[in-house]
Each structure stands twice: as C-alpha cells, then as structure tokens.
C-alpha cells in the first residue's frame, strides 16, 4: 500500500465516527446558516485576475517532509499571506499525516478574506458539506484517489453547496478523466503521490493536453520567483505554494517576493535557503 492508499483508507475509517459525533442532518443546518449569510468568495474569480495568481498554503506537517513549522499561529500565517498579496488561501485539514483539522479552516476563514480551498483527501460528500460547514470556498478532488463515479458525485455535491473544485492530476491519464468530467479548475501536482518525488517538467508536459478553457494550478517543488516566472509565460493562472513560505523567517515579505512585479526586492530563494538554515530540522 503507498503513502496515498494509507491516508485515503484512514480517511475512510474516520468518517463513521465524525458522522457519530455530529449527524449529517446537524452538518446540513450549519452549512444552511452558512449559505444564509452569502458569503461566498471566488477561487476562479483570484485565479483569473491578470498575471499569475498565488495560493499560498497553511500546512504544518507532511510525509515528505515531516515537521514544516509548529511556532507559528495560523491566524498570523494566513494574515501575513493575505498582507503579502496572496490570491487566494489553502488550508490543510487532514490530522493524522498533516496536522491540520476543520477548526484550522474556520480560524483561516475569521483571520482572512481570502478565497480559501480545503486542501484534503476528501472521498465522500460528508466531507463536502463539511467543507463549506466550515467556511470554504474550495475544495480539492485527487483523481488518484476516487473513480470516475465518486469524482462525479463529488463534483456534483460541491457544485449544489456553489463551491468551486480543485480537481488535482498528476498524469495524462488522470487529466483525461478531469477533462471528461468537465473541470473548469484543474490542479496539476508535481509531486508521485505514490513515491512523493516532485518532477516539475509534469506541469509544462500536461498543459500541451490541458481542455479549452481550463483555468490551471500548479502544485508542488516551487520556491522560486524565476519558476514562477517559467509558469507564466507557459499559461499557467495559478501556483500553490505552502512548504517555501512555511520555513520562511518573515512570512509576509517572503510572500510579497513572490507576487511583486518582476525585478523588486530580493530573490525569494535566498530568503527560502536562510530560514531552511534557521528552521527545526525535518523528522
């Protein structure tokens, strides 16, 4: 079993108990309360303003890298993203691989007004509800880890909720299947989910087949202002970053680096290589 069939089977697992602790009816009148107010915000309207757009990521752990950063308060992370100029916000909320938990998004949602994408493993519409529940705007679909059925069902529940869909691939395959579904947002990951090796050639090599009209998102191994550069020119909307601007010394200014106008201020990867000098080693 590799590292994505091991947190997709212990997603699975924990769902029957969130389901006990809080049924989907309780789940349904929060997500109502919730579309009352109508405070939606646009993760394809952040990824289509002119240049390239930044999601920059709260994520406190990883299997491929392991501690990333624990001194830290979400609220000041995704604070100093939004002051940074930041397009739109990602919020990891799976616990056991990534630290992360639904109450970290709802403390992104009061500490920002970013758009904000619910980075997890998400396999069944329960989650989907508790996503917006929850004060997403987003969600992320991993090709890899459903079928063709489930993608679709999901797709549709997060369409019902008005929340946009992230759909993630990682091969020609996958991006076929993303295509026949229709996406409109499709994520391109660099990183093997099944070795966790990042080959960022994968982004430039699936946009030759990316669908008409695709707004595209690379994801993963960037840190640099001259590869988000690269992405640019290539026709890419948006980049996720979350590792590089966790281990940066000064959050914000490592953030502003990235989406000032070419030329200003000092290169992100040296900032980067500092703070990785400064930063707990890896577990």
Known sequence: MNEL???????????????ERLPVEALEERAQARRARSDWRSLRGALTRPGLSLVAEHKRRSPSAGLIRADLALSDVVSAYERGGAAALSVLTEEASFGGSLADLRAAREAAGLPILRKDFIVDPYQVLEAYAAGADAILLIVAALSDPDLAQLHARAQEWGLDALVEVHDAPELKRAAALGAKLIGINNRDLTTLAVDRRRTFELLEAMPPGAVVVAESGYSRREQLDELLAAGVHGVLIGEALMRATDIEAAC????????????????????????????
């Open 5 to 19: 069939e091991r947190i997709v089977a212990r997603t699975r697992a924990g769902l029957a108990d969130r389901r």
């Open 256 to 283: 502003r680096e990235l989406t000032a106008p070419a030329g200003e201020g000092m290169r992100f990867g040296h900032r980067v290589a500092l703070a990785q000098r400064q930063s707990p080693q890896r577990s």
